[in-house]
């Protein structure tokens, strides 16, 4: 086990990618015990970051929405499938777009904040060769697990 450092955005990604290749039944079968017992416990340990992180975005999305999906600064159209979907008015969207891009603004730093996390670290060419010759892992699957290398 180790202390390693990362920034949230890196966090983020990685958490989204492992979950991908989690998803492949494939990919997980070529995986050692070892190995997916050392990523279930990191994954226990970045995943409170995401969910915060997740949590945060949609209280401020949220917000954001209270304050212009109303009566006064938005309407109600059909779309192409005709479903009714919410449209800020003309008159304000130049005011929305400039939040839009500021509550971005904000996400984007709070991205790039470093953590520190105990990860459980593993030997990345002792990991490679330990895969079967016709694993189904994709080069960029084995290269997100470099966040547990030694």
């Given at each position: 086990m180790k202390t390693k450092e990362f920034f949230n955005i890196e966090?983020?990604?990685?958490?989204?990618?492992?979950?991908?290749?989690?998803?492949?039944?494939?990919?997980?079968?070529?995986?050692?015990?070892?190995?997916?017992?050392?990523?279930?416990?990191?994954?226990?340990?970045?995943?409170?970051?995401?969910?915060?992180?997740?949590?945060?975005?949609?209280?401020?999305?949220?917000?954001?929405?209270?304050?212009?999906?109303?009566?006064?600064?938005?309407?109600?159209?059909?779309?192409?499938?005709?479903?009714?979907?919410?449209?800020?008015?003309?008159e304000f969207m130049e005011e929305y777009n400039n939040k839009v891009q500021e509550l971005n603004g904000k996400l984007q730093e709070l991205l790039a904040e470093k953590n520190e996390y105990s990860i459980h670290t593993i030997d990345m060419d002792a990991f490679v060769e330990e895969l079967p010759k016709d694993t189904a892992l994709e080069f960029d699957d084995i290269e997100i697990f470099s966040f547990m290398e030694e």
């Amino acid at each position: 086990m180790k202390t390693k450092e990362f920034f949230n955005i890196e966090v983020v990604n990685v958490v989204a990618a492992i979950n991908q290749i989690l998803s492949n039944t494939d990919k997980v079968k070529d995986l050692p015990i070892k190995f997916r017992w050392a990523l279930k416990k990191n994954l226990t340990a970045l995943n409170p970051t995401v969910k915060d992180f997740e949590e945060f975005r949609q209280e401020l999305i949220n917000e954001l929405q209270k304050e212009y999906f109303n009566e006064e600064k938005s309407h109600i159209e059909k779309d192409e499938n005709d479903n009714e979907v919410r449209k800020v008015n003309d008159e304000f969207m130049e005011e929305y777009n400039n939040k839009v891009q500021e509550l971005n603004g904000k996400l984007q730093e709070l991205l790039a904040e470093k953590n520190e996390y105990s990860i459980h670290t593993i030997d990345m060419d002792a990991f490679v060769e330990e895969l079967p010759k016709d694993t189904a892992l994709e080069f960029d699957d084995i290269e997100i697990f470099s966040f547990m290398e030694e």
